[in-house]
Each structure stands twice: as structure tokens, then as C-alpha cells.
């Protein structure tokens, strides 16, 4: 069988929450179509994927279709469990009457998540990769 990458989800592999999210939507890819890019790995090059930089990848999912459409929030997560087969799980979220109000909740999640997870601030943990980026050249 020849996968065919549909999604490329850049996730925080330094939070719990997203690796465990992670896990799941590998488990459930049986076809393969999503990649994962850990934005913390020394490797992460905004370059190659639609400049998105560190910081915006930190503040909340981001995702890059293959048409080269970059998506974010609720929209990767919609997109992820259609792909895999779930998506009457998000189906909600895209309720016009509910819409406003999962991303809403979503937008509060993301700036909250750090806290959340015991991790440092935005800026402490964008100056971490800023200076371990220093490091390796």
C-alpha cells in the first residue's frame, strides 16, 4: 500500500497532552496519511513547512495540508479525525450555533496549556530554543 501524506501535524512534543493525542491519531492512521513534526526536535526548520515559526507553533496546533493549506486550532484536530476515520467526534465543533464556542474554549486551552502542563512560559521556552539553536551551529 502507498501512503500518501494529507496532513502534516507540527506538535509540542515536550507536552504530555499533545504526545498522548499524538499516539492516538497514529494508532488510529492505519493508511498513514498524517505526518507528525515535533517542533521541539533540534531538526525543526520553519523553512520547510510554511514558515511557520517556533513561537505561532507553540501557541496553537498548526497544520499543513498537501495543497499546502496551513490550518490551525480546531480545524487540524477536525481534520486529523476525518482523515482517520472519526470525524463525527469534531462534528460538533462545526455546528454554527456551537462553532463559536469550541473555539473559543480551544483558543483559552491553547493559552493556557503551558501552565496546565507545569511547562515554562512562551517566551521562557522560545528563548530556550533560541539559544539551543545558537548552540548547534
Known amino acids: 500500500m502507498v501512503s500518501r501524506t ?11 497532552l499533545c504526545q498522548r493525542e499524538v499516539s492516538f491519531l497514529r494508532l488510529k492512521d492505519v493508511s498513514k496519511s498524517i505526518s507528525f513534526v515535533d517542533i521541539n526536535s533540534s531538526s525543526y526548520k520553519p523553512e520547510l513547512f510554511s514558515d511557520i515559526s517556533y513561537r505561532e507553533a507553540m501557541g496553537s ?34 455546528l454554527p450555533v456551537l462553532a463559536p464556542v469550541f473555539d473559543k474554549v480551544y483558543q483559552l486551552w491553547a493559552g493556557w496549556r503551558l501552565n496546565l ?21
Open 61 to 94: 496546533i498548526h497544520a499543513i495540508k498537501a495543497s499546502g493549506e496551513v490550518i490551525k486550532n480546531l480545524d487540524v484536530f477536525r481534520e486529523a479525525y476525518r482523515i482517520v476515520g472519526l470525524g463525527w467526534i469534531y462534528a460538533p465543533t462545526t
Open 6 to 16: 494529507e496532513l502534516i501535524i507540527l506538535f509540542d512534543g515536550g507536552c504530555p
Open 117 to 137: 502542563t507545569c511547562r515554562p512560559s512562551l517566551d521562557r521556552l522560545c528563548k530556550l530554543n533560541d539559544i539551543n539553536a545558537k548552540q548547534e551551529i
